[in-house]
Each structure stands twice: as structure tokens, then as C-alpha cells.
């Protein structure tokens, strides 16, 4: 059981320049989660998912898509990266699909660091 | 709209005495509260949570938190720190009425315990 992984560990893009991150949990998790984490100002979500084929804004989703194809893969895309997108990136999944009754307690992946030159 | 604010950027303890780790919230409902905290180069790990009855809830590497509802705060704390505690500390809110399974985190508070 693996949990949560993300791809790649550390990347440095120029400006411009696409990519795409791939996270992948094996927890069999409805809700997944892309976050960012800038230094100061915690995590902010960017988008989410409450499950395959479903993808939602959070509270930064300028300069980002995702895709949610499989329920066990979420994929956080930069079209034409800019400098201010350069942060650590956090993927999340949670089981349980929200209400009330909902504890979903979120386990991360380890983050990638990427870097916008 | 929901907010969480964790008013001290670093807390500074001497390697045995207690630790506190303040944070207060804003949720229209009653709160789901959650601590987790991040080691160096790692993801988030989850250290526990309150959803609802016994106000003091216990968690991993003996920590425990106090939900108090007319202060709207929930501090973490430990009564005797380990330099293993050295870490970065997120307090997080969710309502549980909002329309999806989102957490808002804190900005985070930086833990040191010196030996």
C-alpha cells in the first residue's frame, strides 16, 4: 500500500513551458486534492475532485487544469508556466465523499517542487 | 465563509517542557478541526481531529488538542516536548455543511525544541 505518490520529485520549467503532475493514490479514495504551499501562506487548494470524470475550482485555479480519467489518478496541468506558479505542490485524497457525516480525513502525497525560471 | 488563523509563526521550547500551538477558527456551523504537521521535504501527516463529543481529543506522538467552542480556538499541545517534535504545524477547518470536502489550513506555525 503505497498511499499517495506524486511525479516528478522536483522539476525546473522555463517560462512558458507545459507540464503535467501526476498523483496517484491505492487507498481507493472518492475525493482528490491539488494544493499549493508558498512559504507564509499555508495551502491553498487549486482544484479538486469528487470523483472520476469530476473536477471542481478551488481557491486558485488561475493557470491550472486538471483530469481526473481514473479514479485513482488526478493530474494537475501548467499550459504556459509563469514564474509567480513556482511553489511545492501537495496531492491529497480523502474516502469519504463529503456531508455531514464526512470526517475525510486527507493523507498527501510528498509534493513536488517546482521551479518557473 | 469559513477561515482558520494560526496567529504565531514560531514557537520556541526547551526540550521537556510543555508545548502549545494556538489556533483559532470561523465556521458558521460546528467545526470539524484538524491538526496535521509536515517534517522537512515530506507531505502532510495527520496528527488527529474533532468532530464532535469529549472536547480534549488525543493523538499521535502524544499530542492532544482542546476544542473550546465559546473561544472558537483549538490548541494543540503536548506536556513534555521531544526535539523529534521540530516540525511545521498546520491547524485546519471544515464545514461539515459545505458542499464539498473542502479543508482550509492555516498559514502554519513553525514548532523548534531546542535540546
Known sequence: NAGVTQ????????????MTLLCAQDMNHEYMYWYRQDPGMGLRLIHYSVGEGTTAKGEVPDGYNVSRL?????????????????????????????GPEST?????????????? | A?????????????????????????????????????????????????????????????FEAEF???QTSFHLKKPSALVSDSALYFCAVRDPYSSASKIIFGSGTRLSIRP
Open chain 2, 68 to 70: 473550546n467552542k465559546s
Open chain 1, 7 to 18: 511525479t516528478p520529485k522536483f522539476r525546473v520549467l522555463k517560462t512558458g513551458q507545459s
Open chain 1, 104 to 117: 475525510d480525513t486527507q493523507y498527501f502525497g510528498p509534493g513536488t517542487r517546482l521551479t518557473v525560471l
Open chain 1, 70 to 98: 481514473k479514479k485513482q489518478n488526478f493530474l494537475l496541468g501548467l499550459e504556459s508556466a509563469a514564474p509567480s506558479q513556482t511553489s511545492v505542490y501537495f496531492c491529497a485524497s480523502s474516502y469519504v465523499a463529503g
Open chain 2, 2 to 62: 469559513q477561515s482558520v488563523a494560526q496567529p504565531e509563526d514560531q514557537v520556541n521550547v526547551a526540550e521537556g517542557n510543555p508545548l502549545t500551538v494556538k489556533c483559532t477558527y470561523s465556521v458558521s456551523g460546528n467545526p470539524y478541526l484538524f491538526w496535521y504537521v509536515q517534517y522537512p521535504n515530506r507531505g502532510l501527516q495527520f496528527l488527529l481531529k474533532y468532530i464532535t463529543g469529549d472536547n480534549l481529543v488525543k493523538g499521535s506522538y502524544g
